[in-house]
């Protein structure tokens, strides 16, 4: 997290916004989730953006790579080093978010989501997930193969955004379970409780690992 106040306010109001924005629009996610999780969409990217602007540091960044040391007597060089929105990590970041939903649909099919029906649902359900669990990561640490095979071997440091990804994981997975139980509920639906955990579980990752 980039050690300023501005970040440090915006790093506490972002769960806040998440939350309140998830629990407003849960009786039309209940509703019509396919119109409700479109729609959602832009104010989320707009949240995530925000939050990863400000608090973390871009892949690249003077700011996320280790202060070198300087020598006895050695000044400090003055550095293009840029303290503004990084438009350009952010805009990068958004694309492999959108390729990766790709991919995310395929493992929730392979994981039980419906095949030959129930399309639009699963795939705006993996279009949120990889906004909230994978957007940070790419403007955070880029592509870097060493960065991703450290995140897929669950050995990289457990900070706020891959707090967030492991979390979201756990919470799709567990949101799974209401769904069979023979309660009758209009929320049990696909995939209402999928996208349930995926919300909680990412800000309770993302909570953890600050």
Same mark, same amino acid.
């Given at each position: 997290? @980039?050690? +300023?106040?501005? =970040? ?7 769960? #806040? *916004?998440?939350?309140?924005? &998830? %629990? ?70 958004? @694309?492999? +978010?959108?390729? =990766? ?7 929730? #099919? *392979?994981?039980?989501?419906? &095949? %030959? ?85 990412? *800000? ?7």
């Amino acid at each position: 997290i @980039i050690a +300023s106040s501005q =970040a440090q306010v915006v790093r506490h109001l972002h769960p #806040v *916004l998440l939350l309140s924005l &998830f %629990l407003l629009r849960f009786n039309a996610l209940v509703a019509d989730p396919v119109a409700t999780m479109s729609s959602s969409i832009p104010i989320v990217v707009a949240i995530q953006a925000a939050y990863a602007i400000t608090c973390l540091p871009a892949a690249g960044s003077q700011i996320a790579k280790p202060a070198k040391k300087l020598r006895p007597g050695e000044k400090k060089k003055a550095g293009p080093e840029s303290t503004g929105p990084n438009i350009a990590t952010t805009l990068v970041a958004l @694309i492999l +978010s959108a390729i =990766a939903t790709l991919a995310l649909y395929a493992i929730l #099919v *392979l994981f039980g989501a419906p &095949f %030959l029906t129930h399309v639009s649902h699963t795939f705006l359900c993996s279009a949120h997930l990889a906004i909230l669990a994978l957007f940070p990561l790419f403007y955070a640490r880029g592509v870097s193969s060493k960065d991703w095979l450290e995140i897929l071997s669950a050995r990289a440091p457990f900070d706020e955004a891959f707090g967030g990804l492991v979390g979201a994981c756990l919470g799709a997975w567990c949101g799974a379970v209401p769904m069979p139980l023979d309660w009758d509920r209009e929320w049990q639906k696909w995939p209402v409780t999928i996208l349930c955990g995926i919300y909680a579980g990412y *800000l309770t990752g993302k909570l953890l690992g600050g």
